[in-house]
C-alpha cells in the first residue's frame, strides 16, 4: 500500500484516496468504476438513497452480502451481492471513499467505527 501511495505521489503528484484501491478491487467489478450500477441488474451506488439513508449498514452488507428485493432511487433489484472478504481498515476505507466520491457526504469512517457496526449485523 505504501508503495502504491509513494507511486503515485512521484508519478501524479497526487495521492490517491485509499478506498479506491479496495473499491476498484473488490466492488467495481459489479456497481462500475463510477458507480452507475450495471442497468437494472446491479444498483448504482452513485447518488444511491438507500445507501445514504443506511450509510451505517453498508459494513453488514460488506460483511454478510444481500439477498432479496432492493429498491434503489425508484428501480427495484433482485441480485445478490455476496458477501466480500475485508479487513476493518479496508471497510472504513472504502466507505468513506464511496461516501466521498458517490453520496457526496464528507463521511470518514473508521476502523473502529466498522467493528461498532458490524456488532449490529444479523448472520
Not at 441480485?79 to 471513499?97: E, F, G, H, R
Request: aromatic fraction near 8%.
Amino acid at each position: 500500500m505504501v508503495g502504491l501511495i509513494a507511486y503515485n505521489l512521484l508519478t501524479f503528484g497526487v495521492i490517491e484516496h485509499p478506498g479506491k484501491t479496495v473499491y476498484i478491487s473488490h466492488c467495481a467489478d459489479c456497481h462500475g468504476n463510477s458507480g452507475e450500477g450495471v442497468r437494472q441488474l446491479i444498483p448504482p451506488l452513485l447518488n444511491a438513497d438507500i445507501a445514504i439513508e443506511k450509510f451505517d449498514s453498508i459494513p453488514c452488507w460488506i460483511k454478510n452480502g444481500m439477498n432479496g428485493e432492493l429498491i434503489v432511487n425508484g428501480v427495484t433489484y433482485n441480485q445478490p451481492m455476496y458477501p466480500i472478504k475485508l479487513n476493518d481498515v479496508q471497510t472504513a476505507n472504502v466507505m468513506s471513499y464511496i461516501a466521498k466520491e458517490f453520496l457526496k457526504t464528507d463521511k470518514q469512517i473508521k476502523s473502529e467505527q466498522v467493528r461498532e457496526l458490524q456488532k449490529q449485523c444479523r448472520e
